[in-house]
């Protein structure tokens, strides 16, 4: 079979994936990319004990470690080898997407852009500097291949974990050198599964989902990386028009928040608008959330996008159902989609991202 570069987070699900591709006969070669702490050697067995320099923000050293030592032992029990990339000036990038989206007035995702610039890009590039035809991770998806021998994105078989939402942006000429081994699982059989191989991470608790900065202090991360470059404060007002408060930054708001607003006024509210040319947050009542259309830009597809409107069911979040809605592809590679149903929280920087049953069609970039 072919050699596999398979992507190593410490995790439960990479390290199954890595039984499951041995166990159908590949040559598998463990990657750990090295984002920020210290550079562990699979092959000496050993950490180098030199801190890495310029770590991200938000990141940390000693966790870092503790995850290349778990991808480490993982791959020393299963008996394959695991290289460490340096991947620290892709995060940069990555983190600095996501400056700049929250500085703009957008919710970024991150978690969409590591995907197409790191795990399927950089990767890529190094998978074929090893001369590996295929790259392999531990998201819960599933590729199938059509009939017509076509190389399908599927959502995975747990509902709950399902990761298909995330990788819409990758690269439609590299599914065919993609594998996803544990799409078909659910979550509870991976565990199970790296219960009886005896792998140490087999009960250890899914990671955050920004891995470059810990959990409540993103706007922290902004300002830091901002300093003093650009105002920060502006007021809050209703939707109505009247200001009822003033806040220290648009990166403490997202489309939809209802927690942290900083104001009180007797009911919940919530994020409707939030205005970056002036530095206003526009909150309002639930009913003010509800959106039947929005548009996307730039748009990325597994298939050609029919020519007039069709119908499949959307996902305007990660965490957010499918809902039924008819898309069409306009010039300017853009998309519109109108819902059959109000959706809420549909927030600019999002990606939108179209299915057809359980299959992934494209997407785009919320405007």
């Known amino acids: ?18 039984h499951l591709l041995l166990r159908e006969g590949h040559e598998v070669c463990g990657v750990y990319m090295q984002q920020v702490g210290r550079c562990v050697s699979a092959a000496a067995g050993t950490a180098a004990g030199e801190p890495a320099p310029g770590g991200s923000p938000g990141g940390d050293a000693d966790s870092s470690a503790g995850e290349a030592a778990d991808a480490r032992g993982v791959a020393q029990r299963l008996g394959f080898p695991l290289q460490v990339l340096d991947v620290r000036p892709v995060i940069a990038r990555v983190i600095d997407y996501f400056v700049d989206e929250y500085s703009r007035g957008r919710t970024p995702n991150p978690c969409v852009m590591c995907n197409i610039w790191l795990k399927f890009g950089h990767l890529f590039d190094y998978a074929d500097q090893q001369d590996a035809p295929f790259i392999a991770t531990g998201h819960h998806a599933r590729l199938r ?3 017509t021998g076509i190389p399908e994105l599927h959502a995975g078989t ?3 974990k399902d990761q298909s939402y995330v990788l819409f942006g990758i690269g439609r000429d590299k599914l065919n050198r993609i594998r996803l081994p544990i799409g078909a699982y659910r979550k509870q059989e991976i565990r199970e599964l790296a219960q009886q191989l005896g792998l140490r991470v087999a009960e250890k608790p899914d990671s955050q989902e920004i891995c470059f900065v810990a959990p409540g202090q993103h706007a922290q991360l902004v300002r830091q990386r901002r300093g003093g470059s650009q105002p920060a404060g502006g007021p ?3 939707v109505d028009g009247q200001e009822v408060g ?3 930054g648009l990166e403490s708001f997202t489309i939809g928040q209802r927690k942290g607003l900083g104001v009180a006024l007797g009911e919940p509210y919530y994020v409707v608008k939030i205005e970056a040319a002036t530095r206003t947050v526009v909150i309002g009542r639930r009913a003010d959330l509800a959106r039947r259309e929005l548009t996307a830009s730039p748009t990325r597809w597994f298939v050609d996008p029919p020519s007039g409107p069709w119908r499949c069911r959307a996902k305007i979040r990660y965490n957010a159902a499918p809902a039924a809605a008819t898309a ?4 300017g590679d853009r998309l519109r989609m109108v819902f059959d149903q109000p959706c809420y929280g549909v927030a600019p920087g999002q990606a939108v991202v179209c299915y057809e049953g359980t299959r992934v069609l494209g997407g785009g970039w919320i405007e």
Do not use: F
């Not at 069409?328 to 010039?331: A, Q, S, T, V």
């Open 158 to 160: 747990d509902p709950g």
């Open 236 to 238: 809050i007002v209703t």
């Open 145 to 147: 291949i059509s009939e």
């Open 1 to 18: 079979m072919a050699r596999v570069l398979l992507a190593m987070s410490g995790g439960v699900d990479s390290s199954v994936a890595a």
């Open 328 to 331: 069409e592809y306009l010039d």
């Open 246 to 248: 003033t806040h220290t």
